[in-house]
């Protein structure tokens, strides 16, 4: 079975330009996250996608990120206008629905993205 | 917010000697899990402990879990040279996301 594949693994755009990054799940899963660590800081929640719905973007830092999923397959995530402090690695991560039970998430090897 | 806080944040080992993680937490939990990652790399999950569960084995892996505390525990037996990566606890918040600390990072030297 494939792995969660992203793309590309490294990004590095001056401040104000735009970057879109994009994760390939693993085919069948319904269940979408990004998650994004900055500068060895704890790992944090983006957002959850449903199939193509999203189920919670909470951790969505501002306007400037936008996530979509198309058909409920692959997800592209775009950052614009990019300011500094997006600097960071990008974390996809799916999981099939399971019902009450759990299923670990697989993750991507993530994107590296360097603004400056 | 729920999220678990790793100590040690570094950890620098020989190889063969044994390395003991822990992880603390705020509110209650249905469970806890460790990821691994090495770098460059994805998380990878390692273990689920249910929050009625004490104790699980894994390989080499040992995870405790003490809700009267709120606090687990990862121990890495026999350490080995491949074993070098940042270790996470997540737990799962009210929402049903899943939510990472900052890591212990564990070097372990031939």
């Known amino acids: 079975e494939a792995g969660v594949t992203q793309f590309p693994s490294h990004s590095v755009i001056e401040k104000g330009q735009t970057v879109t990054l994009r994760c390939d799940p693993i085919?069948?899963?319904?269940?979408l996250y990004w998650y994004r660590r900055v500068m060895g800081k704890e790992i944090k929640f983006l957002l959850h996608f449903v199939k193509e719905s999203k189920q919670d973007e909470s951790g969505m830092p501002n306007n400037r990120f936008l996530a979509e999923r198309t058909g409920g397959t692959y997800s592209t995530l775009k950052v614009q206008p990019a300011e500094l402090e997006d600097s960071g690695v990008y974390f996809c991560?799916?999981?099939?629905?399971?019902?009450?039970?759990?299923?670990?998430?697989?993750f991507g090897n993530g994107t590296r993205l360097t603004v400056t | 917010s729920q999220q678990g806080e790793e100590d040690p944040q570094a950890l620098s080992i020989q190889e063969g000697e044994n390395a003991t993680m822990n992880c603390s937490y705020k509110t209650s939990i249905n469970n806890l899990q460790w990821y691994r990652q090495n770098s460059g790399r994805g998380l990878v999950h390692l273990i689920l402990?249910?929050?009625?569960?004490r104790e699980k084995h894994s390989g080499r892996l040992r995870v405790t879990l003490d809700t009267s505390k709120k606090s687990s525990s990862l121990l890495i037996t026999a350490s080995r040279a491949a074993d070098t990566a940042s270790y996470f606890c997540a737990l799962t918040d009210s929402w049903g996301k899943l939510q990472f600390g900052a890591g212990t990072q564990v070097v372990v030297t031939p």
């Open positions: 085919s069948g899963h319904d269940n």
């Open positions: 402990i249910r929050s009625n569960e």
């Open positions: 991560a799916s999981s099939p629905s399971v019902g009450d039970d759990y299923s670990p998430l697989h």
